[in-house]
């Protein structure tokens, strides 16, 4: 009896090799981007907000802070201890 081995054709072979090497470089890709978008998210969620009012408990009075152009800040408030608090 003779041994009959099926062959796969080169070109579909090739056809399957770069639909796989696709598929790693898109989940690659979207790891990548995902931990950069993370990063992203750590690094600005540490920086104070500059803008706007914020009500915080824990005062016995307003507090101003205001920046200069260079950014430096100055704070203005009616005690010591709420000026520390804001600081």
């Not at 041994?3 to 399957?16: L, M, Q, W």
């Not at 470089?25 to 920086?47: D, E, H, M, N, P």
């Not at 200069?68 to 520390?84: N, Q, R």
Request: aromatic share 10%.
């Amino acid at each position: 009896m003779a041994s009959t081995t099926a062959s796969i054709p080169t070109s579909r072979v090739g056809h399957r090799f770069w639909r796989i090497a696709a598929l790693i470089l898109c989940i690659l890709l979207s790891i990548v981007l995902a931990v950069l978008g993370w990063f992203y998210w750590i690094a600005r969620s540490a920086l104070p907000q500059l803008d706007g009012k914020i009500a915080v408990n824990g005062l016995s009075s307003t507090v101003t802070i205001t920046r200069d152009g260079h950014g430096v800040p100055t704070i203005e408030a009616a005690s010591l201890k709420d000026l520390f608090f804001a600081q």
